[in-house]
């Protein structure tokens, strides 16, 4: 190999894609797949070929009735379940999560998108991790949130889990292992675009014999979300998604004795001090924005650095980003891998075109070539971003970073807080003093220093403002799933 990282050359190094994939899938509802009451299915595809890959059903009210039904009729036995008992279903999940690891991570990347280095290393560990988590905590329950007489805390009851297509499994997991640990049953809705592994995972809670019932998996589009949202005899809705979906949830929930807990969008701040490792601030960059394509709610889309290193740092970033592997999500070497759908790569370039028309300039890795079919988007930064520009303010959820300086660290303050979300943020800096106190003054859920996009089923994670409330992970995301 000769000549600078961008120019070295690779032989493809495939994942198998041998996993069984059925042609049509129903809905797992009271423990058994079973078709939607309207007989309609839709197609799942790969977005790395466009290729159909299943037929999923798409749920109507009917379906979801019966799924809430079932939850409902599971979860006086569920409750009464000893939490010892609870807690080895849950740890057997886990198990079979980690055994059928490889499949879960090659079917995640085939209906996602994702490259198999992230679902491999990242997506499938975690959510086993999730549920290994969630286990020990059955019996611990009582520790965590005493009661007057001793007992275990009561669960909230038929939970409603709607999920997007970024993390479909992942999400999935931290839905549903919470949930359960807690003594609740779920309704699982995953994204009409990514239902594959939610249905695998299905399958898995038949191998570990869950009681029917206890969790059901509706599939089908933003209708039969509406559907589980509006049904009457839900006690709890736990939504991921958009912003815009958020609000509507809210409205719709308002005035109703459900509870509910949102985790939304984000335009999360990377900031960049002077006295920072340059290099490894870089890295932590490239998977602040580039990991998952950028379609990741917490990502760092807004990168901040302080004036003196500006220079430096856009040059090292336009070196790495030229070292990115794009392309086929299967390739072990690759980087990045297919945007989710055509809609997101429409958004996606939108987007782009918007920084370029107000004036931004627009770096992109044009080095690669793009496989012919499929959605792809070449990984970018913006610089000469204004905080008004629209890339500064909106949420693109695509591998695309607007970058912006500052001078002092009030300023560099100024401009992270300048947003209508609070997800997440990131700050790098050798002096741990100055991590803290800048750390202080971020309104934002999760805050990494010195790293960025780390996530541990211990950790809450969630944010403020339009970002949603609630959190997800630890103790405080168990809360939310008891009364
Ligand atoms: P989305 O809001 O379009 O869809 C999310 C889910 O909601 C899907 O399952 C969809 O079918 C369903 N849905 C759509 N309309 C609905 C309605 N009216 N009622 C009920 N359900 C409905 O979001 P998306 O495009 O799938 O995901 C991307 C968004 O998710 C981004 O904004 C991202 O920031 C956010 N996200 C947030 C987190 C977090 O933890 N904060 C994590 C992942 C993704």
Redesign the pocket.
Known sequence: MTGSAANWQYAPAPESTKVEIKTQYGLFIDGAFRDPMSGRFFDTINPATEAPLARIAEADGRDVDSAVQAARKALKRWRRTPAIERAKYLYRIARRIQERARELAVLETMNNGKPIRETRDEDVPLAAAHFFHHAGWCDKLHFAFPTSDGKHPASVGVCGQ??????PLL?AA?KIAPALACGNTVVL?????TSLTALRLAEILQEVDLPPGVVNIIT??????????AHHDIDKIA????????R??AT?VAGTKKRLT?????KSPNIIFADAAIDQAIEGVVSAIWANQG?????GSRLLVEESVADEVIAKLRHRMKSLRVGDPLDKNTDVGAI?SRA?LDRIEHYIKAGIAEGAAHNAHNDVALPPKGFWCRPCFFTGVQPAHTIARE?I?GPVLAVMTFRTPDEAVARANNTMYG?SAGIWTSRGSKAYEIARQIKAGVIWCNTFNQFDPAAP???YRE??FGR?GGRSGLAAYLA
């Not at 949102?262 to 984000?266: A, I, K, P, W």
């Not at 379609?295 to 990502?299: D, R």
């Open positions: 709607i999920i997007p297509w970024n993390f999400m931290w809705k995953p994204a009409e675009t089908g589009g933003g209708e039969s979300g509406r559907e589980i949202v939504f991921t998604g958009s912003t815009e979906v958020g509507s949830i719709s949102l985790e939304l969008g984000g379609q990741v709610c917490c990502a989710n997101q949420e959820f997800l994670f969630g944010g970002s949603g997800e």
